[in-house]
């Protein structure tokens, strides 16, 4: 069987269309909001290239029309799989800006509900870190931080220890307090700025952090840090060794 999809996303930004152009078309853009770190080679017929963990997809870029209009398509494999990103740029009077994005593909096999559940509360968090970056850190660009925990078998366990590490009580929602001090890291004061069964994003004066349920078992963190000076791979190994410790 398998299952094509669409969706639509629609944000009213306080950001200029240069800042969202900036923010969906390049790749140190991307690394601010989306994940793991992506190069844009950025003509009509180019490559959208990421690196998230193991997985290393690439896409070609099929609009290019600065200022207005980006997308790209992962071109189609051989059991029907694909996915495709479009982005439309609306300026409005006093410097607002309206983006509107569609997320497309198809999903093969019997078992796509699975995977495109995860997709798709794995979209919702993203989506809400281009709004909250773009609200926040305007202009600014940060150091994708990605680390993989043990596989979790017990997921209610699983975001209940995370949630009492955070200093979260009760059901999460945003605009919660979090504090914490990760081993080997500095102390992390910030607020939910997103929640849902599979996803958590916190805001913080200089990074947005976020926790993912890896739709093949893992714990994932997926940050981006705005402060200068960040030593990813060091940085990486920091996350990786409190995740290990937190889930083993």
Known sequence: MGHEFEGHQEFELDATPEQVWEAIATGPGINSWFMGRTEVEPR????????????????TITAWDPLKRFAHHS????????????FLIEG???GSTILRAVTSGFLPGDDWEAEFDAMTKGGELF??????????????????????????????HAWAVLHRELRLTGTVAEGDQVRFTPDGLAPIEGVVYFVNPHTL?????????????GFHGPM????????????????????????TTLFA
Do not use: C, K
């Open 44 to 59: 009509e017929g180019g490559t959208v290239r990421m690196a998230f963990g193991d997985y290393t997809p690439e896409s």
């Open 75 to 86: 071109g189609v494999a051989e059991d029907g799989r694909f996915i495709a990103y479009e």
């Open 201 to 213: 994003g916190v805001r913080t004066s200089d990074a947005l952090y976020r926790f993912l349920r």
């Open 92 to 94: 409005r009077a006093g």
């Open 127 to 156: 989506f809400r870190t281009l709004v909250a970056y773009l609200t926040h850190f305007p202009g600014r660009t940060a150091t994708p931080i990605t680390a993989f925990g043990p596989m979790v078998t017990d997921w209610d």
């Open 220 to 243: 994932i963190v997926g940050h981006h840090l705005f402060a200068g000076g960040v030593n990813r791979e060091r940085t990486e190994h920091a996350w990786q060794s409190w995740l």
